[in-house]
């Protein structure tokens, strides 16, 4: 009898930004997650009977990577950074999913004209101290403002833990500033805030995270196994986000210099992995083609400029993947770390 092959649990939010965007990659990489609906907190994936994916918030996904309940969770990396002291057998697999993007920043009232940077925090809180008040600081995040301001000497202040709204805490006199997460910088600007200089705690966005015990149990199965043929797709989808796979096929007698001609132009519109050739229509009449993975939203604006270079006939197509020999790998790299010293 064949022993049975242990699930790999895959741990996605339940909801959210992060739960749309890994939907997505997983959707768009060939791994679509079947989810009855968003009361559902357990799923499959399609063709892919080793992965169990389960449903929770980014918080409890760290924790659980952590315990080694799942294997993979995907989480923003402010809440992994925050966590990461007590969870130290969650390691970072891919540390940018590409969506998610946001900032975790301090951000004082904009009437405070004489603060614009992270050191005028320094002598403030000392000012504060020294009238007898308590510089008051509400945030999500109080590991990674413990650091941070330790790392800048600021001491002298109170930490308000709250999952509510922040930007409403100084105008309401819970608190004096913030630290909180922002992208555009809109909402502390709609409630009177800005950021200060220095005042960047942390860059964050999505992330993949993995249990380092069960990773390299993982990448023992090698190449062929489930967790590389998952870091591969996800490789090649992420390096084809925004990208058409170009083909400029023209005619003409001096089919090798038009070629060149073309190939020039694309690559000073900054198209990648140029290649061009001869090719014959149908009736046997010789012609040129040049291929090239060039941004989406450049494409419109070339396709006159190509026409006067001799072109007859543009496509574009969407890039689902792209492979390239010489580029970094996701799986090859996380084996090397877990070949080294311990990974974090």
């Not at 609906?37 to 760290?62: C, K, L, N, W």
């Not at 709204?165 to 910088?185: F, M, N, Q, R, W």
């Not at 591969?232 to 989808?237: E, H, K, L, R, Y």
């Amino acid at each position: 009898m064949t022993a049975p092959i242990d699930p790999i649990r895959l741990a996605i939010p339940s909801k959210g930004h992060l739960y749309e965007g890994i939907i997505d990659i997983l959707k768009t990489a060939g791994y679509k997650v079947r989810r009855a609906s968003d009361r559902q907190y357990e799923a499959v994936i399609s063709g892919q009977p080793r992965f169990h994916v389960v449903f929770m918030r980014p918080t409890d996904i760290v924790l659980q990577v952590q315990e080694g309940r799942c294997h993979l969770g995907v989480t923003g990396m402010d809440v992994y950074a925050e966590h990461a002291f007590e969870a130290q057998d969650a390691a970072v697999v891919v540390p940018d999913l590409g969506y998610g993007g946001c900032r975790l920043v301090v951000a004082v009232p904009e009437s405070w004209v004489d603060v614009g940077h992270v050191m005028d925090l320094v002598d403030l809180t000392a000012e504060f101290k020294a009238s007898g008040k308590t510089f008051r600081v509400s945030t999500k995040y109080p590991a990674l403002v413990r650091q941070y301001f330790r790392k800048w000497g600021v001491f002298h202040y109170q930490l308000i833990n709250s999952d509510g709204a922040l930007e409403l805490h100084p105008s309401l006199g819970i608190a004096d500033v913030i630290v909180d997460l922002t992208s555009s910088g809109v909402t502390l600007k709609d409630n009177r805030l800005r950021e200060i200089g220095g005042g960047i705690v942390l860059d964050s966005a999505s992330c993949l995270i993995g249990h380092a015990p069960s990773l390299r149990e993982l990448v023992a199965e090698g190449h062929g196994g489930p967790l590389a043929l998952l870091l591969d797709a996800m490789d090649g989808v992420r390096r084809s986000e925004g990208l058409l796979h170009l083909e400029v096929v023209g005619q003409g007698a001096d089919s090798r210099n038009q070629a060149a001609k073309v190939a020039e132009y694309l690559s000073g519109q900054g198209a990648q992995h140029i290649a061009r050739g001869e090719v014959w229509d149908e009736a046997g009449r010789p012609g040129w083609r040049v291929t090239a993975l060039v941004a989406a939203k450049k494409l419109t604006a070339c396709q006159r400029s190509l026409f006067d270079l001799g072109a007859i006939r543009i496509a574009g197509l969407p890039a689902q993947f792209v492979f390239d020999r010489d580029a970094p790998s996701t799986f090859d790299d996380l084996k090397a770390r877990l070949a080294g010293a311990p990974i974090a």
